[in-house]
Protein backbone atom coordinates (compact mmCIF):
# COMPACT_ATOMS: atom_id res chain seq x y z
CA UNK A 1 0.00 0.00 0.00
CA UNK A 2 0.93 3.35 -1.00
CA UNK A 3 2.73 5.95 1.57
CA UNK A 4 0.12 8.80 1.70
CA UNK A 5 1.75 12.21 0.79
CA UNK A 6 -0.09 14.49 3.26
CA UNK A 7 -0.33 18.25 1.44
CA UNK A 8 -2.59 19.15 4.35
CA UNK A 9 0.10 18.88 7.20
CA UNK A 10 2.92 20.04 4.25
CA UNK A 11 1.26 23.33 3.68
CA UNK A 12 0.95 24.01 7.44
CA UNK A 13 4.29 23.82 7.59
CA UNK A 14 4.90 26.01 4.65
CA UNK A 15 2.48 28.04 6.53
CA UNK A 16 3.99 28.44 10.26
CA UNK A 17 7.47 29.21 8.05
CA UNK A 18 6.42 31.99 5.90
CA UNK A 19 4.76 33.29 9.33
CA UNK A 20 7.93 33.43 10.69
CA UNK A 21 9.91 34.92 7.72
CA UNK A 22 6.96 37.94 8.01
CA UNK A 23 7.74 38.14 11.64
CA UNK A 24 11.27 38.55 11.04
CA UNK A 25 10.90 41.07 8.02
CA UNK A 26 8.85 43.59 10.67
CA UNK A 27 11.35 43.24 13.19
CA UNK A 28 14.43 43.76 10.91
CA UNK A 29 13.38 45.20 8.37
CA UNK A 30 10.45 47.25 9.01
CA UNK A 31 8.57 45.18 6.16
CA UNK A 32 5.26 43.93 5.87
CA UNK A 33 4.56 42.07 2.69
CA UNK A 34 1.35 42.85 1.75
CA UNK A 35 -0.81 40.65 -0.77
CA UNK A 36 -3.42 42.15 -3.08
CA UNK A 37 -6.87 39.84 -4.65
CA UNK A 38 -8.79 40.85 -6.95
CA UNK A 39 -12.33 39.08 -7.80
CA UNK A 40 -14.48 39.74 -10.74
CA UNK A 41 -17.85 38.74 -10.38
CA UNK A 42 -19.76 36.46 -8.19
CA UNK A 43 -18.53 33.18 -8.90
CA UNK A 44 -18.99 30.69 -5.59
CA UNK A 45 -16.21 29.04 -5.89
CA UNK A 46 -14.00 32.13 -6.71
CA UNK A 47 -15.23 33.22 -3.80
CA UNK A 48 -14.78 30.74 -1.53
CA UNK A 49 -10.91 30.33 -2.94
CA UNK A 50 -10.52 34.84 -2.42
CA UNK A 51 -12.31 34.17 0.97
CA UNK A 52 -9.52 31.44 2.21
CA UNK A 53 -6.41 33.23 0.70
CA UNK A 54 -7.54 36.45 2.47
CA UNK A 55 -7.98 34.87 5.77
CA UNK A 56 -4.57 32.55 5.23
CA UNK A 57 -2.97 35.86 4.40
CA UNK A 58 -3.77 37.74 7.71
CA UNK A 59 -2.96 34.54 10.04
CA UNK A 60 0.48 34.52 8.73
CA UNK A 61 0.66 38.00 10.13
CA UNK A 62 0.60 40.12 6.39
CA UNK A 63 -1.61 42.72 5.30
CA UNK A 64 -4.35 41.52 2.54
CA UNK A 65 -6.21 43.77 0.32
CA UNK A 66 -9.20 42.37 -1.25
CA UNK A 67 -11.05 44.11 -4.47
CA UNK A 68 -14.52 42.82 -4.94
CA UNK A 69 -15.67 44.02 -8.87
CA UNK A 70 -19.27 43.40 -10.28
CA UNK A 71 -19.55 40.90 -13.09
CA UNK A 72 -20.19 44.01 -15.10
CA UNK A 73 -16.94 45.33 -15.07
CA UNK A 74 -14.94 46.08 -17.80
CA UNK A 75 -11.63 45.71 -18.83
CA UNK A 76 -10.56 49.00 -18.81
CA UNK A 77 -11.62 49.69 -15.59
CA UNK A 78 -10.05 46.17 -14.06
CA UNK A 79 -6.74 47.24 -15.78
CA UNK A 80 -6.72 50.64 -14.05
CA UNK A 81 -7.41 48.69 -10.95
CA UNK A 82 -3.78 46.57 -11.89
CA UNK A 83 -1.64 49.56 -13.09
CA UNK A 84 -2.58 51.22 -9.50
CA UNK A 85 -1.96 47.89 -7.25
CA UNK A 86 1.41 48.32 -9.66
CA UNK A 87 2.36 51.19 -8.12
CA UNK A 88 1.30 51.00 -4.48
CA UNK A 89 4.28 50.16 -2.30
CA UNK A 90 2.04 48.37 -0.10
CA UNK A 91 1.32 45.77 -2.68
CA UNK A 92 4.23 43.18 -2.94
CA UNK A 93 2.07 40.36 -4.62
CA UNK A 94 -1.04 40.80 -7.08
CA UNK A 95 -3.21 38.09 -8.11
CA UNK A 96 -6.62 38.57 -10.09
CA UNK A 97 -8.98 35.63 -9.22
CA UNK A 98 -9.58 33.53 -12.97
CA UNK A 99 -12.15 32.77 -14.44
CA UNK A 100 -12.66 36.12 -15.77
CA UNK A 101 -15.66 37.46 -17.01
CA UNK A 102 -16.60 36.98 -20.98
CA UNK A 103 -15.79 40.79 -21.78
CA UNK A 104 -12.37 40.68 -20.32
CA UNK A 105 -9.26 38.83 -22.11
CA UNK A 106 -7.33 37.32 -19.23
CA UNK A 107 -4.54 37.40 -20.56
CA UNK A 108 -4.25 41.11 -21.32
CA UNK A 109 -4.96 41.30 -17.78
CA UNK A 110 -2.63 38.91 -16.07
CA UNK A 111 0.52 40.40 -18.91
CA UNK A 112 -0.31 43.60 -17.32
CA UNK A 113 0.79 42.88 -13.82
CA UNK A 114 3.97 43.91 -12.66
CA UNK A 115 6.21 40.70 -13.34
CA UNK A 116 7.78 40.94 -9.74
CA UNK A 117 4.60 41.27 -8.17
CA UNK A 118 3.08 38.39 -9.97
CA UNK A 119 2.60 35.88 -7.31
CA UNK A 120 0.52 33.56 -9.80
CA UNK A 121 3.89 32.90 -12.03
CA UNK A 122 1.69 33.51 -15.13
CA UNK A 123 2.70 36.11 -16.85
CA UNK A 124 5.24 35.95 -19.63
CA UNK A 125 8.02 37.26 -18.27
CA UNK A 126 7.88 35.05 -15.37
CA UNK A 127 7.25 31.89 -17.46
CA UNK A 128 10.26 33.05 -19.64
CA UNK A 129 12.26 32.95 -16.33
CA UNK A 130 11.39 29.50 -15.34
CA UNK A 131 12.10 27.96 -18.99
CA UNK A 132 15.24 29.69 -18.70
CA UNK A 133 15.91 28.78 -15.18
CA UNK A 134 16.54 32.27 -14.32
CA UNK A 135 15.09 33.26 -10.88
CA UNK A 136 11.47 34.61 -10.93
CA UNK A 137 7.70 33.87 -9.13
CA UNK A 138 6.66 30.24 -10.31
CA UNK A 139 3.40 28.98 -10.27
CA UNK A 140 1.95 28.31 -7.46
CA UNK A 141 0.37 24.56 -7.70
CA UNK A 142 3.61 23.47 -9.73
CA UNK A 143 5.71 24.69 -7.13
CA UNK A 144 3.45 23.35 -4.34
CA UNK A 145 3.79 19.66 -6.17
CA UNK A 146 7.67 20.01 -6.81
CA UNK A 147 8.17 20.67 -2.92
CA UNK A 148 5.69 17.66 -1.76
CA UNK A 149 8.07 15.39 -4.37
CA UNK A 150 11.16 16.74 -2.98
CA UNK A 151 9.86 15.86 0.51
CA UNK A 152 9.21 12.37 -0.02
CA UNK A 153 12.31 11.55 -2.83
CA UNK A 154 15.70 13.09 -1.78
CA UNK A 155 17.28 13.58 -5.38
CA UNK A 156 15.31 13.45 -8.35
CA UNK A 157 17.98 13.31 -10.77
CA UNK A 158 17.40 11.11 -13.75
CA UNK A 159 13.91 10.25 -12.62
CA UNK A 160 11.69 9.75 -15.31
CA UNK A 161 8.61 11.81 -14.90
CA UNK A 162 5.34 11.72 -16.90
CA UNK A 163 3.41 14.42 -16.58
CA UNK A 164 -0.43 13.98 -17.94
CA UNK A 165 -1.42 17.77 -18.78
CA UNK A 166 -0.52 20.22 -20.92
CA UNK A 167 -2.10 23.50 -19.25
CA UNK A 168 0.30 26.82 -19.37
CA UNK A 169 -1.21 26.73 -15.55
CA UNK A 170 0.40 23.05 -14.38
CA UNK A 171 0.96 21.03 -17.02
CA UNK A 172 3.92 23.30 -18.76
CA UNK A 173 5.31 24.92 -15.71
CA UNK A 174 5.74 21.47 -14.09
CA UNK A 175 8.06 20.14 -16.90
CA UNK A 176 10.29 22.75 -15.94
CA UNK A 177 10.58 22.38 -12.70
CA UNK A 178 11.43 18.73 -13.25
CA UNK A 179 13.84 19.28 -15.57
CA UNK A 180 15.64 21.88 -13.39
CA UNK A 181 16.03 18.70 -11.26
CA UNK A 182 17.43 16.64 -14.18
CA UNK A 183 14.55 14.49 -14.18
CA UNK A 184 13.70 13.20 -17.92
CA UNK A 185 10.45 14.67 -18.82
CA UNK A 186 7.81 13.51 -20.84
CA UNK A 187 4.72 15.72 -21.26
CA UNK A 188 1.64 13.73 -22.51
CA UNK A 189 -1.72 14.61 -22.54
CA UNK A 190 -5.41 12.92 -23.50
CA UNK A 191 -4.55 12.31 -26.85
CA UNK A 192 -1.15 10.50 -26.32
CA UNK A 193 -1.25 7.38 -28.18
CA UNK A 194 -0.79 4.48 -25.86
CA UNK A 195 -0.73 6.80 -22.78
CA UNK A 196 -1.08 3.84 -20.17
CA UNK A 197 2.07 2.31 -21.90
CA UNK A 198 3.60 5.78 -21.23
CA UNK A 199 2.15 6.49 -17.76
CA UNK A 200 4.13 2.87 -16.74
CA UNK A 201 7.39 4.33 -17.31
CA UNK A 202 6.96 6.78 -15.00
CA UNK A 203 9.34 6.68 -11.91
CA UNK A 204 7.00 10.28 -10.87
CA UNK A 205 3.79 10.68 -12.32
CA UNK A 206 1.74 13.66 -12.51
CA UNK A 207 -1.77 13.62 -13.10
CA UNK A 208 -3.22 16.84 -14.38
CA UNK A 209 -5.32 16.49 -16.98
CA UNK A 210 -8.97 17.58 -15.64
CA UNK A 211 -10.72 14.33 -15.93
CA UNK A 212 -11.88 12.28 -13.24
CA UNK A 213 -10.49 8.75 -12.37
CA UNK A 214 -8.55 8.90 -15.48
CA UNK A 215 -5.85 6.97 -14.60
CA UNK A 216 -6.08 3.27 -13.07
CA UNK A 217 -3.63 1.59 -11.10
CA UNK A 218 -2.66 -0.58 -14.23
CA UNK A 219 -1.82 2.75 -15.57
CA UNK A 220 1.26 3.19 -12.51
CA UNK A 221 4.94 1.78 -12.44
CA UNK A 222 5.27 -0.27 -9.32
CA UNK A 223 6.48 2.29 -6.51
CA UNK A 224 6.12 5.12 -8.65
CA UNK A 225 5.70 8.29 -6.56
CA UNK A 226 2.05 9.85 -8.03
CA UNK A 227 1.10 13.87 -7.58
CA UNK A 228 -2.61 13.79 -8.66
CA UNK A 229 -3.38 17.53 -9.42
CA UNK A 230 -6.50 17.06 -10.28
CA UNK A 231 -9.86 17.90 -8.70
CA UNK A 232 -13.23 16.94 -10.32
CA UNK A 233 -16.71 16.63 -8.13
CA UNK A 234 -18.72 13.53 -9.30
CA UNK A 235 -21.72 12.10 -7.78
CA UNK A 236 -21.47 9.59 -4.68
CA UNK A 237 -23.84 8.37 -2.55
CA UNK A 238 -27.31 9.00 -1.53
CA UNK A 239 -26.48 12.08 -4.41
CA UNK A 240 -24.44 14.04 -2.70
CA UNK A 241 -21.04 14.73 -4.34
CA UNK A 242 -17.74 14.25 -3.63
CA UNK A 243 -14.45 15.11 -5.01
CA UNK A 244 -11.82 13.11 -6.57
CA UNK A 245 -9.11 13.54 -8.42
CA UNK A 246 -7.36 12.81 -12.14
CA UNK A 247 -6.37 9.41 -10.58
CA UNK A 248 -8.43 6.59 -8.88
CA UNK A 249 -6.92 6.33 -5.70
CA UNK A 250 -8.24 2.80 -4.39
CA UNK A 251 -6.65 1.21 -7.25
CA UNK A 252 -3.24 3.42 -7.69
CA UNK A 253 -2.61 3.30 -3.81
CA UNK A 254 -2.41 -0.57 -4.36
CA UNK A 255 0.65 0.04 -6.74
CA UNK A 256 2.43 3.10 -6.12
CA UNK A 257 4.92 3.66 -3.73
CA UNK A 258 3.65 7.49 -2.74
CA UNK A 259 0.45 9.32 -3.71
CA UNK A 260 -1.39 12.72 -3.13
CA UNK A 261 -5.08 12.14 -1.73
CA UNK A 262 -7.59 14.26 -3.27
CA UNK A 263 -8.59 15.95 -0.92
CA UNK A 264 -6.00 17.06 1.31
CA UNK A 265 -3.18 16.51 -1.20
CA UNK A 266 -2.13 19.34 -3.85
CA UNK A 267 -4.85 21.60 -3.20
CA UNK A 268 -3.69 22.99 0.40
CA UNK A 269 0.26 23.90 -1.30
CA UNK A 270 -1.47 25.98 -3.74
CA UNK A 271 -2.66 28.74 -1.05
CA UNK A 272 0.39 28.07 0.87
CA UNK A 273 2.44 28.40 -2.47
CA UNK A 274 1.01 31.55 -2.82
CA UNK A 275 1.78 33.11 0.99
CA UNK A 276 5.57 31.98 -0.13
CA UNK A 277 5.76 33.79 -3.31
CA UNK A 278 4.47 37.17 -1.43
CA UNK A 279 7.65 36.95 1.02
CA UNK A 280 9.81 36.24 -1.72
CA UNK A 281 8.25 39.32 -3.80
CA UNK A 282 8.52 41.66 -0.63
CA UNK A 283 12.27 40.62 -0.13
CA UNK A 284 13.13 40.89 -3.91
CA UNK A 285 11.37 44.26 -3.60
CA UNK A 286 14.10 45.74 -0.87
CA UNK A 287 16.92 44.15 -1.51
CA UNK A 288 16.62 41.22 1.21
CA UNK A 289 17.94 37.50 0.45
CA UNK A 290 15.38 34.96 0.31
CA UNK A 291 14.67 31.95 1.91
CA UNK A 292 12.29 29.72 4.19
CA UNK A 293 14.56 27.10 4.53
Known amino acids: MATLIDGKAFA ?7 GQAVSAL ?49 EEELL ?27 HAVINSINPDKDVDGFHLVNVGRLATG ?8 PLGCMMLLKNQI ?50 ILVAAVGRAQMISG ?13 INRIEGEGGKTRLVGDVDFASAAEVAGAITPVPGGVGPMTIACLLRNTVQAACAANGIAFSLD
Open 12 to 18: ATVRNKV
Open 218 to 230: DWIKPGAVVIDVG
Open 26 to 74: KAEHDLLPGLAVVLVGDDPASQVYVRNKGKQTLETGMQSFEHRLADTTT
Open 154 to 203: DDLTGANAVIVGRSNIVGKPMGALLMAQHCTVTTAHSRTRELPSVCREAD
Open 134 to 141: APGLVPCT
Open 80 to 106: HLIEQLNHDARVHGILVQLPLPAQIDS
